[in-house]
């Protein structure tokens, strides 16, 4: 059952002879993700502003690349999606995703604020999720400059990125600061075992492979008990209760199907309002193919609308 134009993009990617992203260097492998992006992504549609930024955290500086909606009016107190790219914690950056994430703020008509966290290897474990934290804090601590409104403020993310979306709503729950009012979780990594089913089932052909996120977790992870902490896997987390809102987005050809699925789950089970959706025909990575998968627009169209009414409260 997978969707025709996914089969299609799979055989023009196995014609190309792309080399797989586990036998390049780090950076060839992020070279090769930004360079490509062109080929299955849309083209980038007008916003009202684009700004460069800068947050201070305590591994230094991060840069933020601030978004603001078509026809906002400059001074307009917009709510703000903070958002974290994925890649697993090895590669992506603002403009792998500069697309999506002009295309929320546009359908969520919010501000979105996107983080260029540091990167495995050079910085593994868990500078990631220190930088992800020390932006979301410093915009909701500056939020008045920037016409924001700290109080509807979301976190999100793909893949790694969710992963980081979900360990920061954790940890602004356990600090009791910043308020998230919700938490937009697209194919999130839950759990750094990969012992769900969908990764055997789903661990070949399908883009992100078994190889892949063995590359990926290699050189995130220091040592395997890193794994086991719930800033690196909140699916193992004790408590999910009390936590913001959630969308978890997940693809019926992907190898995080199934943990995003189980963290659904646990999050439903702990109280907290939670939509899960699957777009089964679908592989990971899917959201930012716009320019050749159809059900990528209706992804984005969805995780917008969610946004939108979240931010109604």
Not at 41 to 46: H, I, L, M, S, W
Not at 243 to 263: K, S, W
Not at 278 to 296: N, P, S, T, V, W
Request: charged letters at 20%; hydrophobic letters at 40%; glycine letters at 8%.
């Amino acid at each position: 059952m997978l969707h025709p134009q996914v089969r299609t993009l799979l055989d023009l990617i196995e014609k190309s002879g792309l080399p797989p992203t586990h036998t390049l260097s780090p950076l060839d492998a992020r070279a090769l993700y930004r360079d490509r992006r062109s080929f299955t992504q849309p083209a980038p549609p007008a916003v009202s502003l684009v700004c460069e930024l800068q947050a201070q955290g305590p591994h230094g500086s991060i840069p933020l690349r601030l978004y603001r909606p078509a026809g906002a009016p400059q001074a307009a107190l917009l709510p703000v999606l903070v958002y974290f790219h994925g890649g697993g914690f090895v590669i992506g950056d603002l403009d792998t995703h500069d697309v999506l994430c002009r295309e929320l703020a546009n359908g969520a008509g919010c501000a979105v604020v996107a983080v260029d966290y540091r990167l495995a290897p050079e910085h593994p474990f868990p500078c990631a999720v220190d930088d992800c934290l020390a932006a979301t804090r410093w915009v909701a601590d500056n939020a008045p400059e920037l016409h924001l409104d700290a109080t509807r403020l979301a976190v999100g993310g793909d893949s790694a990125g969710g992963n980081l979306a979900a360990v920061v709503s954790l940890l602004a729950r356990n600090a009791g600061a910043p308020p998230i009012v919700f938490q937009l979780l697209i194919y999130p990594a839950t759990d750094a075992r990969c012992s769900a089913p969908s990764h055997q089932t789903n661990g070949q052909g399908y883009l992100l492979t078994t190889d892949s996120m063995a590359y990926y977790l290699g050189h995130y992870f220091r040592t395997a008990q890193d794994k086991l902490s719930d800033r690196a896997s909140p699916l193992l987390s004790q408590d999910l209760t009390r936590l913001p809102p959630a969308l978890v987005l997940t693809a019926g050809y992907d190898p995080l199907r199934d943990e995003g699925l189980q963290y659904a789950q646990r999050l439903s089970e702990g109280g907290n309002r939670v939509t899960q959706v699957c777009f089964e025909r679908q592989i990971h990575g899917f959201i930012l193919m716009g320019k050749a998968l159809d059900e990528a627009n209706s992804a984005v169209a969805l995780c917008a609308a969610e946004l939108r009414r979240a931010f109604r409260g």
